[in-house]
T-cell receptor, first 110, second 114 residues
Framework: QKEVEQNSGPLSVPEGAIASLNCTYSDRGSQSFFWYRQYSGKSPELIMSIYSNGDKEDGRFTAQLNKASQYVSLLIRDSQPSDSATYLCAVNSNDYKLSFGAGTTVTVRA | DGGITQSPKYLFRKEGQNVTLSCEQNLNHDAMYWYRQDPGQGLRLIYYSQIVNDFQKGDIAEGYSVSREKKESFPLTVTSAQKNPTAFYLC?????????????FGAGSRLTVL
């Protein structure tokens, strides 16, 4: 079983719609959860971090965490063409190691 | 501006050659990391270092070596023992303690074995 699994995608959404990305993790002791955005050929950039159960909103992005279900998600509201990228879920398995999912590629069509 | 500089951006290597990828940061971060990314596989940890003169193997350390002689620098050598070295290599850094997992990435180095 992979440590971090994401819905495989690709995910295609119309402009203005909500994109929903899902991630599950295997280590029940994980404490820190992150979403990174990666444009093609570029390095990942952090867009959201979440550490406690519930929702965390930042602009058009909302991260949701449910530690009991070992599940973290990312919602992108009012999707824009500039949101077209691969989104990586990352989970810490100990203090200095982050495990990454394989990523979900999102395409926002005009 | 603070950041992480990786060089070279593109590198071509013949089979049997060792190559060294450079990573320098001026963020005053204690921890530094090397990840490898292959298409469709996300990021896999090669090595990480929490302090100068100390480093630990990640999940795929075989065929790689690192050093951490200065806080700012964490070079990665891809040796001839690495069976399939063609990949996108990413260096990252972070603080220790609170926020230790918030990584800042360099722009990456793309290695191709001919």
């Amino acid at each position: 079983q992979k440590e971090v699994e994401q819905n495989s995608g690709p995910l295609s959404v119309p402009e203005g719609a909500i994109a929903s990305l899902n991630c599950t993790y295997s280590d029940r002791g994980s404490q820190s959860f992150f979403w990174y955005r990666q444009y093609s050929g570029k390095s990942p950039e952090l867009i959201m971090s979440i550490y406690s159960n519930g929702d965390k909103e930042d602009g058009r992005f909302t991260a949701q965490l449910n530690k009991a279900s070992q599940y973290v998600s990312l919602l992108i509201r009012d999707s824009q063409p500039s949101d077209s990228a691969t989104y990586l879920c990352a989970v810490n398995s100990n203090d200095y190691k982050l495990s990454f999912g394989a990523g979900t590629t999102v395409t926002v069509r005009a | 501006d603070g950041g992480i500089t990786q060089s070279p951006k593109y590198l071509f290597r013949k089979e049997g050659q060792n190559v060294t990828l450079s990573c320098e940061q001026n963020l005053n971060h204690d921890a530094m990391y090397w990840y490898r990314q292959d298409p469709g596989q996300g990021l896999r940890l090669i090595y990480y270092s929490q302090i100068v003169n100390d480093f630990q193997k990640g999940d795929i350390a075989e065929g790689y070596s690192v050093s951490r002689e200065k806080k700012e620098s964490f070079p990665l050598t891809v040796t001839s023992a690495q069976k399939n070295p063609t990949a996108f290599y990413l260096c990252a850094s972070s603080h220790r303690g609170p926020g230790a997992n918030v990584l800042t990435f360099g722009a990456g180095s793309r290695l191709t074995v001919l």
